[in-house]
C-alpha cells in the first residue's frame, strides 16, 4: 500500500481475525451502549435532547472566546493561590514538570487518568529522565504494566479479559496467577496506595477548567483522583485548553450528560472540585497547585470556523461504543491516542491531513457517532470535509492521480445520460452469468482487480441487469401502461 | 387524481435493480400518482461527495439539479440518495448562491419513497399481500438523516400475510457505505457478518430496506454465507399483490 493510499491498512487484518478479541470489544461496548440508552432515554431524562443541544451553545461560546476565558480563569485560579502555566506541547510540559520536581526534590509522582497526558507521551518523557510516575487508574496501570496504550478514552483496558489481566500481574508483578476481579483490585491497592504515601507529586488531567470560579473538575469513579490530588503535596493538573467552560452554573448540563453518554451513571461516583491548593486551617490538600494549560496544536483547530467544533469534545468514547468501525477495529489500529470517530476527526487536524489519508475514509458514513455526541460535533460532516482536504492535499502533491482521473471520467459519464446507458449495457454485456440468477461468485482473473476484487473478497456481486430501469421504462410507455 | 412525481431511480437501482424502480412506479400508479420518468437523469453525485471529490460531486449535483428542476415531487427509493440531495447539496453549493438556491428549491421537493407514502399522500395499505416473515434493516441515512423510522413498518404493518419480526440490530450499520465497502473491504465484510447473523437470528425469510445500495451488501453477504435469506425492497414488497 502506498503511504498516500485512503485504503484499509494491512495490520486491520490481525484485529479483524482475532476472535476472542473481536468478541471482548463487542461485549464490552455493546454493554456500554445498552447502559446509554437507559440513561438517556426520554422516561428518566425527558431534557436529554435540550441538554445537548445547550451543552453545544456553551461550548460554543466559550470556544469563540477562549482568549478571554482564559484570561478570567487565570485570574481566578491566581487568587487562590494556584499558578497557571501555558505550554505549547508535550516538551514543554514535560520541562515544567523535570524542573519542578528538581527544585523539590521530588522523586515520585502518582498520575490518575488523563488523555490529555497520554497524547503527549508524558510519562515515557518523564522516565526519560529517572523520573518514576505511576498510573493510578485501574486500567491504566494495568496498560502501563503492560507497555500498552489505551484502547479506548473511557475504558482504557477495554480489550483485556481478567485472565488477560492475571498473566499481566503475573508477569510484572510477581503476584500467583489470580482470575478474580475483586481480587485483582486488591493487588493493585496494595501496590497503589503504597505509591500514595510515598509520592511527592500527583499528576490529573481535568474533565472541566470553569473559568468564573477557577476550578478544576474531575469525574472518576475509583477514588484515585482524589487521592492524587489531595495526598502529595504538589498537584498538578494538565488540561488541553478546550477543557473550559464559561460558568460554574452551566457544569450540571455537562455532569448529566458525561456520566450518562460514558458509562451509562447519571452522575460518576465523585466530581472533584479543585480551586487552588490547602488554605489556611485546612487539613488536607496539596500544598502547591498548579495548573498546565496544553496548547498541542489546539490553537490550529480553533483558527477553523468549520472544524472548531471539534474541540467541543468532552471524551466521554460515546462515539467510539457505537461506532462500528471501532467495534470492529478496536482502539490500537488509530494512529493516535485518540481511537474511534473522534480520533479520525482530530488526529489528521493536529498530525495534518497527509500522515495517515486513510484515517477520515475509515467510516461507512451511518452517523451513529453523531446521534450519541452529547455535545453534538458532527463528526460525518467533519470526516467529509477531511476527504476532501485529503484528495486536495494529494492533487498538490501529484499523487492519487488514478482515482482522481476515475472520478473525472464517472463525472463526465454522468453528465451524458446517452453516455451513461451505452457504458451501462457494454457493462451487462461484458460479466459472465453465475450460477445463481444475478448474483456472481467470482469474475475472470483478468476483472478481478481494485474495486470488484475488494468486493468480491467479502460478498457476492450483483450482475448489471440485462435491461436497466430506463429501458424497461420505454417498453412500459410503448406498451401502453 | 393524486400528485404529479418525477421518479429518480438512482444509478444503483437503475442499472443493477431496475425491478425496484418498476415496484415503486406500479405502487405509485395504484394510489393514482401521475408517474414520470425524466430520462436525462444519472445519479445524485454522492459517490464523488463522499470520496473527497467535491468538484466532480458539483458538476453531477448541478446536472441532477437541471433534469429535476420542473418536477413536482421527486420520489426516490433510497434515504441514502435523497439526504444527498436534499441535505448535502447544501454543502456542496455553500460558495455559489445561485446553485445553493436552486439546491434548496429542488431538495425540498425530493422525497424518499416510503416517507413519499406515509407524510405526502398519506396512505399507508396500498392492496398489498405477502405472505412471509420479513425483518426491516433501518439505512442509515434514512434512519439519522431523515428520521425515517416508523413509516416503513406502519407501511409493512399493512401489507396482508405478512409478519414483522425486528432484529436485535436493526440500527446497526451494514457496513456498505459507498466506497467504504471496496476501500475497506475487510472491515466492511465483518460489518456485514454482525449484521446478518443478527437477520438470521431472527428467523425471516426476508430482509426489507428502503436502500437498494444496503441490500446489495447484505444480500451479497447472505448470498456468501449460503443464507436461506432473500432480500426486497419495500417497494417490491408493497407491490407484491
Same mark, same amino acid.
Given at each position: 500500500?502506498?503511504?498516500?493510499?485512503?485504503?484499509?491498512?494491512?495490520?486491520?487484518?490481525?484485529?479483524?481475525?482475532?476472535?476472542?478479541?473481536?468478541?471482548?470489544?463487542?461485549?464490552?461496548?455493546?454493554?456500554?451502549?445498552?447502559?446509554?440508552?437507559?440513561?438517556?432515554?426520554?422516561?428518566?431524562?425527558?431534557?436529554?435532547?435540550?441538554?445537548?443541544?445547550?451543552?453545544?451553545?456553551?461550548?460554543?461560546?466559550?470556544?469563540?472566546?477562549?482568549?478571554?476565558?482564559?484570561?478570567?480563569?487565570?485570574?481566578?485560579?491566581?487568587?487562590?493561590?494556584?499558578?497557571?502555566?501555558?505550554?505549547?506541547?508535550?516538551?514543554?510540559?514535560?520541562?515544567?514538570?523535570?524542573?519542578?520536581?528538581?527544585?523539590?526534590?521530588?522523586?515520585?509522582?502518582?498520575?490518575?487518568?488523563?488523555?490529555?497526558?497520554?497524547?503527549?507521551?508524558?510519562?515515557?518523557?518523564?522516565?526519560?529522565?529517572?523520573?518514576?510516575?505511576?498510573?493510578?487508574?485501574?486500567?491504566?496501570?494495568?496498560?502501563?504494566?503492560?507497555?500498552?496504550?489505551?484502547?479506548?478514552?473511557?475504558?482504557?483496558?477495554?480489550?483485556?479479559?481478567?485472565?488477560?489481566?492475571?498473566?499481566?500481574?503475573?508477569?510484572?508483578?510477581?503476584?500467583?496467577?489470580?482470575?478474580?476481579?475483586?481480587?485483582?483490585?486488591?493487588?493493585?491497592?496494595?501496590?497503589?496506595?503504597?505509591?500514595?504515601?510515598?509520592?511527592?507529586?500527583?499528576?490529573?488531567?481535568?474533565?472541566?477548567?470553569?473559568?468564573?470560579?477557577?476550578?478544576?473538575?474531575?469525574?472518576?469513579?475509583?477514588?484515585?483522583?482524589?487521592?492524587?490530588?489531595?495526598?502529595?503535596?504538589?498537584?498538578?493538573?494538565?488540561?488541553?485548553?478546550?477543557?473550559?467552560?464559561?460558568?460554574?452554573?452551566?457544569?450540571?448540563?455537562?455532569?448529566?450528560?458525561?456520566?450518562?453518554?460514558?458509562?451509562?451513571?447519571?452522575?460518576?461516583?465523585?466530581?472533584?472540585?479543585?480551586?487552588?491548593?490547602?488554605?489556611?486551617?485546612?487539613?488536607?490538600?496539596?500544598?502547591?497547585?498548579?495548573?498546565?494549560?496544553?496548547?498541542?496544536?489546539?490553537?490550529?483547530?480553533?483558527?477553523?470556523?468549520?472544524?472548531?467544533?471539534?474541540?467541543?469534545?468532552?471524551?466521554?468514547?460515546?462515539?467510539?461504543?457505537?461506532?462500528?468501525?471501532?467495534?470492529?477495529?478496536?482502539?490500537?489500529?488509530?494512529?493516535?491516542?485518540?481511537?474511534?470517530?473522534?480520533?479520525?476527526?482530530?488526529?489528521?487536524?493536529?498530525?495534518?491531513?497527509?500522515?495517515?489519508?486513510?484515517?477520515?475514509?475509515?467510516?461507512?458514513?451511518?452517523?451513529?457517532?453523531?446521534?450519541?455526541?452529547?455535545?453534538?460535533?458532527?463528526?460525518?460532516?467533519?470526516?467529509?470535509?477531511?476527504?476532501?482536504?485529503?484528495?486536495?492535499?494529494?492533487?498538490?502533491?501529484?499523487?492519487?492521480?488514478?482515482?482522481?482521473?476515475?472520478?473525472?471520467?464517472?463525472?463526465?459519464?454522468?453528465?451524458?445520460?446517452?453516455?451513461?446507458?451505452?457504458?451501462?449495457?457494454?457493462?451487462?454485456?461484458?460479466?459472465?452469468?453465475?450460477?445463481?440468477?444475478?448474483?456472481?461468485?467470482?469474475?475472470?482473473?483478468?476483472?478481478?482487480?481494485?474495486?470488484?476484487?475488494?468486493?468480491?473478497?467479502?460478498?457476492?456481486?450483483?450482475?448489471?441487469?440485462?435491461?436497466?430501469?430506463?429501458?424497461?421504462?420505454?417498453?412500459?410507455?410503448?406498451?401502453?401502461? | 387524481? #393524486?400528485? %404529479? =412525481?418525477?421518479? *429518480?431511480? $438512482?444509478?444503483?437501482?437503475?442499472?443493477?435493480?431496475?425491478?425496484?424502480?418498476? !415496484?415503486?412506479?406500479?405502487?405509485?400508479?395504484?394510489?393514482?400518482?401521475?408517474?414520470?420518468?425524466?430520462?436525462?437523469?444519472?445519479?445524485?453525485?454522492?459517490?464523488?461527495?463522499?470520496?473527497?471529490?467535491?468538484?466532480?460531486?458539483?458538476?453531477?449535483?448541478?446536472?441532477?439539479?437541471?433534469?429535476?428542476?420542473?418536477?413536482?415531487?421527486?420520489?426516490?427509493?433510497?434515504?441514502?440518495?435523497?439526504?444527498?440531495?436534499?441535505?448535502?447539496?447544501?454543502?456542496?453549493?455553500?460558495?455559489?448562491?445561485?446553485?445553493?438556491?436552486?439546491?434548496?428549491?429542488? #431538495?425540498? %421537493? =425530493?422525497?424518499? *419513497?416510503? $416517507?413519499?407514502?406515509?407524510?405526502?399522500?398519506?396512505?399507508?395499505?396500498?392492496? !398489498?399481500?405477502?405472505?412471509?416473515?420479513?425483518?426491516?434493516?433501518?439505512?442509515?441515512?434514512?434512519?439519522?438523516?431523515?428520521?425515517?423510522?416508523?413509516?416503513?413498518?406502519?407501511?409493512?404493518?399493512?401489507?396482508?400475510?405478512?409478519?414483522?419480526?425486528?432484529?436485535?440490530?436493526?440500527?446497526?450499520?451494514?457496513?456498505?457505505?459507498?466506497?467504504?465497502?471496496?476501500?475497506?473491504?475487510?472491515?466492511?465484510?465483518?460489518?456485514?457478518?454482525?449484521?446478518?447473523?443478527?437477520?438470521?437470528?431472527?428467523?425471516?425469510?426476508?430482509?426489507?430496506?428502503?436502500?437498494?445500495?444496503?441490500?446489495?451488501?447484505?444480500?451479497?453477504?447472505?448470498?456468501?454465507?449460503?443464507?436461506?435469506?432473500?432480500?426486497?425492497?419495500?417497494?417490491?414488497?408493497?407491490?407484491?399483490?
Amino acid at each position: 500500500m502506498s503511504k498516500a493510499a485512503t485504503t484499509e491498512p494491512s495490520k486491520f487484518r490481525q484485529t479483524l481475525e482475532d476472535a476472542n478479541l473481536q468478541l471482548a470489544v463487542y461485549t464490552a461496548t455493546g454493554r456500554l451502549m445498552e447502559k446509554r440508552r437507559e440513561a438517556v432515554a426520554a422516561d428518566v431524562l425527558p431534557e436529554y435532547q435540550e441538554l445537548r443541544t445547550q451543552a453545544h451553545e456553551i461550548k460554543k461560546h466559550t470556544l469563540d472566546n477562549l482568549d478571554y476565558y482564559l484570561e478570567l480563569f487565570e485570574e481566578h485560579v491566581t487568587a487562590h493561590g494556584g499558578k497557571v502555566v501555558y505550554c505549547k506541547d508535550g516538551s514543554e510540559v514535560a520541562d515544567f514538570v523535570l524542573r519542578l520536581a528538581k527544585e523539590r526534590g521530588a522523586r515520585l509522582i502518582v498520575k490518575s487518568k488523563s488523555m490529555t497526558t497520554e497524547e503527549i507521551d508524558l510519562n515515557e518523557r518523564l522516565a526519560h529522565h529517572q523520573l518514576e510516575s505511576v498510573e493510578t487508574d485501574l486500567g491504566e496501570y494495568i496498560l502501563q504494566l503492560a507497555h500498552q496504550r489505551p484502547y479506548h478514552i473511557v475504558a482504557p483496558a477495554l480489550h483485556l479479559t481478567r485472565y488477560d489481566v492475571a498473566n499481566i500481574f503475573t508477569e510484572k508483578l510477581g503476584v500467583e496467577n489470580e482470575t478474580v476481579i475483586e481480587k485483582q483490585t486488591m493487588i493493585a491497592r496494595g501496590v497503589l496506595r503504597q505509591k500514595f504515601l510515598q509520592a511527592d507529586i500527583g499528576i490529573s488531567g481535568a474533565n472541566f477548567l470553569v473559568a468564573d470560579s477557577g476550578a478544576v473538575v474531575i469525574v472518576e469513579n475509583e477514588g484515585n483522583a482524589r487521592l492524587t490530588t489531595s495526598a502529595p503535596r504538589i498537584h498538578i493538573a494538565v488540561a488541553g485548553m478546550e477543557k473550559m467552560i464559561a460558568r460554574a452554573q452551566d457544569l450540571p448540563v455537562f455532569l448529566k450528560l458525561l456520566g450518562r453518554s460514558a458509562t451509562g451513571q447519571p452522575l460518576t461516583v465523585y466530581t472533584s472540585f479543585l480551586s487552588g491548593p490547602r488554605r489556611e486551617g485546612e487539613v488536607d490538600g496539596p500544598e502547591e497547585f498548579y495548573v498546565v494549560l496544553l496548547d498541542n496544536g489546539r490553537t490550529r483547530l480553533l483558527a477553523d470556523r468549520e472544524k472548531r467544533q471539534s474541540l467541543y469534545c468532552i471524551r466521554c468514547g460515546a462515539c467510539l461504543n457505537h461506532c462500528p468501525v471501532y467495534r470492529k477495529v478496536g482502539g490500537h489500529n488509530y494512529p493516535w491516542v485518540y481511537s474511534g470517530p473522534i480520533g479520525a476527526v482530530i488526529t489528521p487536524q493536529y498530525m495534518g491531513v497527509g500522515k495517515d489519508p486513510w484515517l477520515p475514509f475509515a467510516s461507512s458514513l451511518c452517523g451513529a457517532c453523531y446521534e450519541v455526541c452529547p455535545v453534538k460535533i458532527n463528526i460525518p460532516k467533519l470526516l467529509l470535509d477531511l476527504r476532501s482536504e485529503v484528495t486536495k492535499f494529494k492533487a498538490k502533491e501529484r499523487g492519487g492521480w488514478a482515482e482522481r482521473m476515475v472520478f473525472r471520467l464517472w463525472a463526465w459519464v454522468m453528465r451524458h445520460p446517452r453516455i451513461y446507458e451505452m457504458m451501462g449495457s457494454m457493462a451487462a454485456a461484458f460479466f459472465p452469468e453465475g450460477e445463481k440468477p444475478g448474483w456472481l461468485r467470482s469474475v475472470p482473473s483478468f476483472m478481478n482487480i481494485g474495486p470488484l476484487k475488494g468486493w468480491l473478497s467479502q460478498r457476492d456481486l450483483p450482475r448489471p441487469a440485462s435491461k436497466s430501469f430506463r429501458q424497461h421504462w420505454r417498453s412500459r410507455r410503448k406498451g401502453g401502461r | 387524481m #393524486g400528485p %404529479r =412525481v418525477a421518479l *429518480f431511480v $438512482t444509478c444503483i437501482v437503475d442499472q443493477l435493480f431496475p425491478r425496484v424502480g418498476l !415496484a415503486m412506479a406500479d405502487v405509485l400508479e395504484r394510489i393514482g400518482c401521475e408517474v414520470d420518468f425524466p430520462e436525462a437523469q444519472t445519479c445524485c453525485g454522492q459517490p464523488a461527495f463522499n470520496s473527497g471529490y467535491r468538484a466532480e460531486a458539483r458538476d453531477v449535483a448541478r446536472h441532477f439539479l437541471s433534469v429535476f428542476e420542473q418536477a413536482e415531487y421527486i420520489v426516490v427509493p433510497s434515504g441514502s440518495c435523497t439526504s444527498m440531495i436534499s441535505h448535502h447539496y447544501a454543502e456542496l453549493f455553500r460558495k455559489e448562491p445561485e446553485w445553493l438556491d436552486r439546491a434548496r428549491a429542488v #431538495g425540498s %421537493r =425530493v422525497v424518499e *419513497f416510503s $416517507t413519499f407514502l406515509t407524510e405526502v399522500v398519506k396512505v399507508e395499505d396500498v392492496g !398489498a399481500r405477502l405472505d412471509a416473515v420479513v425483518t426491516y434493516h433501518d439505512s442509515c441515512h434514512a434512519l439519522r438523516e431523515l428520521s425515517v423510522k416508523s413509516g416503513p413498518r406502519r407501511l409493512l404493518g399493512r401489507v396482508r400475510g405478512l409478519t414483522l419480526k425486528e432484529m436485535d440490530r436493526a440500527e446497526e450499520c451494514c457496513g456498505f457505505g459507498g466506497t467504504f465497502s471496496v476501500k475497506f473491504a475487510e472491515t466492511s465484510g465483518g460489518m456485514v457478518r454482525t449484521k446478518v447473523d443478527s437477520i438470521l437470528r431472527t428467523g425471516a425469510e426476508i430482509v426489507v430496506s428502503i436502500d437498494s445500495s444496503c441490500l446489495m451488501q447484505l444480500q451479497g453477504a447472505l448470498a456468501r454465507a449460503n443464507a436461506p435469506v432473500r432480500t426486497m425492497h419495500l417497494a417490491e414488497v408493497l407491490a407484491s399483490r
